[in-house]
Structure formats: C-alpha cells, structure tokens
C-alpha cells in the first residue's frame, strides 16, 4: 500500500482524536504542507462540534430556569416580533430566467452547518452541485450559520448579479426538481430590506427617500408573506428576488440603505388597521396612477392619483421612440401568425391619469385587443429601439415600454396607410403608488418620510408592524 496514502490516513485518526501536528512531529512522522492544513481544518471542526454539544448540554441544564422565565418572555415576545420574523426568498437564475440551476456553486465565509446531516463547512469552503446529482438523503441541503452573533455570508459563485457575484445571509435551503437545483434564502425581514432597498432605489439618493422606500418595501414584504404565493411551487418560498416581487441582491449593500431600514424598523403602511399593498416605481410623467391599470374593479382607496411635477427634470419624464409598420406587423403575428397587412393601431382607452388602459391592432385578418398597462408594455417592447429622453440622450429598449402613459403619431404615407407610428410617452414603469425620483426631489425640498408616504398614498397610517 502507498505509504503516504497510510501516513495521510494517521495523521486524520489522531487529528481526529485530537492530537495536533507538533504532537505527531515529536512522533517523527514527517508531514507535507497540505496534510498539515487537512489536520488544521479538521482539528477546528472537532472544536466547533465539541461547543456545539456544550451548548446543547448547557440549554438542558437550564431548561427549569427558562420554565419560570417563560411568562416574562412572552410579555416582551410583542416587542421582539420585528426582529424574529424571517421571510424565504427563492433566488433565481443569472439572467433571472428561471428558478431551477444547472449547477451551484458556494463560497462560505464563516462557518455554517448542514442541519440535517451536521456536516460542517468552514470558512472559505466550497461546495459544488451539479445537474446530474442526487437529492440529499433528508431532500434538501439546509446551511445555517453556526455563530448567529456574527456576520454571516455564503457567496454564490454560479449566479452573476448588477453587483457581481451576490452573497446571502441568514440560512440557505437548496433542493432539487426534475428541472435542476432551486435555492431559497431564509432570513429576517429586516436583513432581506438592507439588500432590497438598495437595489431598488440608488443609495446616494436623499436619507427621507431612502426611508420611505424601506417603509414601502418592508409594507410591500409583509403583504406578500401574508399571501404565502409560492412563486417556486415548493412550498417554502414566499417571494422571489426579482421584479416580479421586489429586487434583492441585485446591488451591493450599502450603508445610506442600512441605516434607513434601522431607522424605520419595524414601520409599515396601513389603512383603517391593515397593511396597504405598497406600490412604487421609477419615474412619473406628472401624475401617479391608481392601480385601474391592472383592471382593478375599483381602486384601492389609498391610491388616488396625484399630480407629480417633482421629477420633471429627470431624463424619464418624458421620452418617445418610432416602431415602423414592419415592426410592429412582426409582434402582433405573436397573437395572429397569419396577419400580413398592418392596418392601424389605436388608443381606445385611459385612465384617470392618462394610462392607456385599451389598445387596438387591426390587421387583414383579425384585430388584436389589449386591455392591461403589462399587456400594451409588452407588445409594444422597443427591444433594441432607440429611445430618445427629454434631455436628448438615447437608450436602447428593453422587453417592455417604458410605461403604459403613452399618446400616437401615425406616419402616414400618399396612399393613406400607416408606415409607422411616433410613440411620446412620459415615465418610467407603472406609474402606481409612489415615484422614487419624485419622492427623492420632495427630500431634497426638506420633506421628510412621513410627509413623502403621506403624499402619495391616501388617508394611511405609518404602524409598527407587530400591532398589525
């Protein structure tokens, strides 16, 4: 038998019985550097495990002692709520495409523990999983850190985020479907805030917008663990981190950011008593909308349109951008695949603030009728467009229009058919509930949070979540 191969397997029975390499070095058996760091590591496992079961035998111990505890700690449980509610949040994909990985791979950088085998990962391990893999014989891998005292992160090195690569707090559950690995991040609602806010709002904007963007957040968070959706369709996840829901992990996390979600903690909207749904988006084109463009049957009552000018200056306010007759035939063969003739599009309907809320394609075939803001954003999607914002400068378009609040300019040619329509349009996104440019200009005027959330929602209440 290879004789290093016998030496490696030593040096780990005694390591594992506790003897360390100065130990086996006064026993003349000479070791290689990286079997010197195999006992190391392992050495440091046995220590962490040897705590872990301390800790364990000192909790029994003191089980009486926490008996008669009980009632004082329950009498505190109200004011603790904010601190001890967690929220599970499915991470998708890099281009967030879908919920299920081909692979996984994982950089701890503290030390956790997987609790249902108890198997120990060290600071600066790695794990990898790929496709082709089995389940865990418990179902899932549920990582926990083993010091909640501290800062704990595990970095994704599989998933590219706007910041790089992100890194999670809190504990991460990864399971398998037929489709690949899902992974879902579990962790106070406060922690889950300090990287949505961010990455919702630019930290550099004004300390007041900052602040009502983590009261809407965490009013918006609330309401979505009330609803238990289940975006995965595995029956732990609440949200997702993505725009479907609320963006998380997508920018770093930032101090400015931090410090509004402490400053608000625990603070959410409500209405005669109950959490309002805490709509919020880009840009206004100088009014907000009510969520009418989402067929609402009746407008929620704190959502009332209101005339916003703060964000007049911002490049978004205004903007328009040209979808010739061809293009615009090519998207609506989604709909009718036999349509060969473009004969005219036309606003039937808006809203209260100006939102399209109706739109009609006619073509040689059929006409096509579309009745939502997402519906009319995503057929007209200026994907690679030039779109050209009030200050002159240029993007290119991204899979929906900008916003729904949009007028028409028919370029007609000699035989009085269309070649093309002009779309003008003003803001960006859907245009309900607060305009985070508009909020952030009211900061900058000496509004502080309270006035801002005031303003664009109606007749609500800034509550403690725990009273809710």
């Not at 496992?45 to 002692?65: A, F, L, P």
């Not at 918006?220 to 479907?244: C, L």
Request: proline share 4%; net charge negative; with cysteine.
């Amino acid at each position: 038998m290879n004789r290093n191969y016998l030496i490696i397997c030593l040096c780990c029975v005694l390591a594992l019985n506790g003897l360390g390499i100065q130990e086996l070095k006064k026993q003349r058996i000479e070791l290689k550097p990286e079997t010197e760091e195999l006992i190391k590591r392992e050495n440091e496992k046995k220590v962490i495990q040897r705590n872990s079961k301390e800790k364990m035998e000192e909790t029994s111990e003191s089980k009486s002692e926490s008996e008669e505890k009980r009632t004082k700690a329950e009498k505190s449980e109200t004011k603790e709520a904010n601190q001890e509610l967690e929220i599970s949040v499915a991470i998708m994909t890099g281009q967030y495409t879908s919920y299920f990985h081909e692979r996984v791979e994982l950089e701890f950088e503290s030390d956790y523990q997987e609790e249902n085998s108890g198997k120990l990962y060290l600071a600066n391990e790695k794990l990898v999983l790929e496709k082709e893999e089995g389940l865990p014989e418990a179902g899932s891998l549920v990582l926990s850190p083993v010091d909640r005292t501290k800062e704990n992160r595990i970095r994704v090195l599989s998933v590219e985020r706007g910041q790089g690569t992100p890194s999670y707090g809190g504990t991460l559950i990864i399971g398998k479907e037929k489709d690949g690995w899902y992974m879902v991040n579990r962790l106070p609602l406060e922690e889950y805030l300090y990287g949505v806010v961010p990455s919702e709002m630019p930290s550099d904007y004004e300390k007041e917008a900052l602040k009502a963007q983590a009261v809407c957040a965490r009013t918006y968070a609330w309401m979505q663990m009330q609803k238990n959706q289940d975006p995965v369709g595995i029956g732990i996840a609440q949200v997702d981190d993505s725009v479907s829901y609320q963006v998380y992990q997508n920018s770093g996390e930032s101090e400015p950011a931090k410090k509004a979600v402490n400053e608000t903690k625990g603070e959410i909207l409500t209405k005669d008593g109950q959490p309002i749904t805490a709509y919020y988006f880009s840009t206004s084109h100088g009014k907000t909308s009510t969520n009418e463009v989402w067929e609402a049957s009746a407008p929620a009552s704190y959502l009332k349109s209101v005339e916003c000018k703060f964000d007049a200056s911002v490049p978004w306010y205004q903007w328009k951008v040209y979808f010739s007759s061809e293009r615009l035939l090519e998207q609506a063969k989604n709909k009718l695949p036999d349509a060969s003739v473009l004969e005219k599009m036309e606003i039937e309907k808006t809203g209260e603030a100006d939102a399209v809320l109706k739109l009609k394609i006619e073509t040689d075939i059929g006409v096509i009728q579309l009745g939502n803001e997402y519906e009319i954003r995503e057929f007209l999607s200026p994907q690679n467009l030039e779109i050209v914002r009030q200050d002159e400068s240029t993007v290119k378009g991204g899979k929906l229009l900008p916003s729904a609040y949009f007028t028409l300019e028919a370029q007609i040619d000699e035989n009085g058919k269309p070649q093309g329509y002009m779309i003008h349009g003003g803001g960006y996104g859907h245009g309900v509930g607060m305009s985070q440019n508009g909020a952030n200009q009211m900061a900058k005027l000496g509004n502080n949070y309270q006035e801002i959330l005031n303003y664009f929602y109606q007749e609500v209440e800034i509550a403690p979540i725990s009273g809710v």
